[in-house]
């Protein structure tokens, strides 16, 4: 689900800034020929448009929801007291119906119009689960979801017909009963069973390179201090070291320092804290390191706290490593105590876990590491390799294929040296042409 934040707060009902206690759910369907979500955004983030205001709308052309209000804020959706109780969400409606009285429309374009409709319905699926899990509901609880229609039978909303309307004039096997189920079994799919946990693993083997986190962070902030960038090849050491995903941990950290610009932060850079360690309220200075190693290195095991019930490698740094309840968000979407499942997590703020995601992906989407660097530099340096059985690769990483051969125990000279997967500290190019090594393995002498 793609979820983009655009609060209305132009409008009357935001401004008027009223909140509820979420009890339930109601989903309706715009009732005019409009597939684009943005075009109601634009239109009702007004002062003047005091008719509506809806909690998000669901863009028919691609299924993104746009968050028109914070959750907990009383929308004005139905009409009547569900306003007081439930979220109010939109599905947009295909451009190809015509209108011609009430509820009742014509189609010019059934397969388009189907798939608008399956499209909006499948996000709204994904959404709900989500808001069913924020806010402790249960999708087939009475009255936790309901359509804008099944309101006014229940006398809390208008006299509508959304959005059961769309779906049976389209054709549509959709009902809200089969809604309410496939939210229940979306949610299944994202509740805590073993090996059953959908988000993004805090454990494992980093995606992002170095490279493409210095680029995503000198873009940021292009004002970023040297040391920040040649601390960033840590993160993948001593992330690998625990078996924690330095990229998470890396862009923990960009949410963290404000990109590592620190303004407004708790911590600054000469601490060597980049996670808010030890600022647990407001106005508390944090932890300090002695090097930004070890910083990262205490943010790192703090990660694997929470991800992992597994024991430490290394020697454990982290201050705070026994005040977490080991194992609690395994998935970065967990991290936020709003969102974890027991409440617990390491950071209170609403959608915590969702931010950094948000920040590896944009660092994930810089082209595959090859974001603009430097010309190779010629080097020209001997290492030892003890292991008998290194493999050569055609390329700098653990993405490009294995020769098929090894090294076996010897001293070599490297040629060149480039960041790649797989190896914190690099691939060096062997001098022989054979391919390439992770350095991880080799000693330089
Ligand atoms: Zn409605």
């Known amino acids: 689900m793609k979820l983009i934040e655009s609060i209305l707060t132009k409008n009357p009902c935001y401004t008027a800034g009223r909140k509820i206690t979420v009890k339930g759910l109601m989903l309706h369907s715009v009732g005019c020929p409009q597939p684009s979500a943005l075009v109601f955004v634009r239109n009702w983030n007004s002062a003047s448009y005091d008719r509506a ?3 998000a709308f669901i863009d028919g052309n691609d299924g993104t929801v ?3 209000l914070p959750w907990n804020h009383r929308g004005w959706h ?4 569900g306003n007081n109780t439930h979220i109010g969400v939109e599905m947009c409606e295909p ?27 499948q996000a709204a699926v994904e959404l709900f689960a989500m808001l069913c899990q924020k806010f402790n509901l249960d999708p087939l609880g009475d009255g936790a979801i309901v359509s804008h229609k099944e309101g006014c039978k229940r006398g809390i909303a208008s006299n509508h017909g959304d959005p059961e309307h769309l779906w049976t004039q389209l054709g549509l096997p959709y009902t809200m009963d089969t809604f309410r189920k496939a939210v229940k079994a979306a949610m299944g799919g994202g509740a805590a069973a ?3 946990v959908s988000g993004t693993k805090i454990m494992g083997a980093a995606v992002a390179t170095a490279e493409q986190m210095k680029a995503y962070i000198k873009a940021k902030n292009p004002k970023v201090a040297q040391s920040v960038l040649d601390m960033v ?10 078996g924690v995903r330095g990229d998470i941990a890396f862009a923990q950290s960009c949410l963290e320092t404000g990109n590592f610009g620190f303004a407004g932060s708790a911590v600054t850079l000469e601490k060597n804290n980049f996670c808010g360690m030890g600022v647990t309220a407001n106005g508390l200075k944090g932890n300090s390191f002695a090097t930004a190693q070890l910083g990262i290195r205490a943010q790192v095991q703090h990660l694997k706290a929470y991800a992992s019930t597994e024991p430490l490698k290394g020697e454990c740094i982290d201050p705070r490593f026994k005040y977490v309840a080991r ?4 998935v970065v979407e967990w991290l936020g105590q709003k969102e974890n499942p027991q409440g617990k997590g390491w950071a209170t703020g609403a959608g915590y876990g969702a931010k950094i995601v948000t920040i590896l992906k944009a660092i994930l989407a810089i082209a595959g590491g090859a974001a603009p660097t430097p010309a190779p530099v010629a080097v020209s340096f001997k290492v030892r390799v003890t292991a008998t059985d290194l493999n050569i690769r055609t390329g700098p990483g653990t993405n490009t294929a294995k020769t098929g051969k090894f090294t076996g125990a010897g001293v070599f000279t490297i040629t060149e040296v480039k960041d ?23 000693q330089k002498i």
Do not use: M, N
């Open 95 to 121: 451009g190809c119906i015509r209108y011609t009285g009430g509820a009742t429309f014509t189609c010019s374009d059934k397969a388009t119009a189907q798939a608008v409709a399956k499209r909006t319905y």
């Open 66 to 68: 746009y968050q028109c």
């Open 327 to 330: 194992g609690c968000a395994e």
């Open 53 to 55: 205001c809806v909690h």
């Open 78 to 81: 139905c009409g009547a007291s």
């Open 420 to 442: 790649g997967p797989g190896s914190a500290k690099g691939w060096g190019r062997l001098k022989s042409g054979a391919g390439w090594i992770s350095l991880d393995f080799a």
């Open 233 to 242: 090849p840590l993160y993948l050491s001593e992330g690998a070291a625990e």
């Open 194 to 196: 073993p090996g059953g």
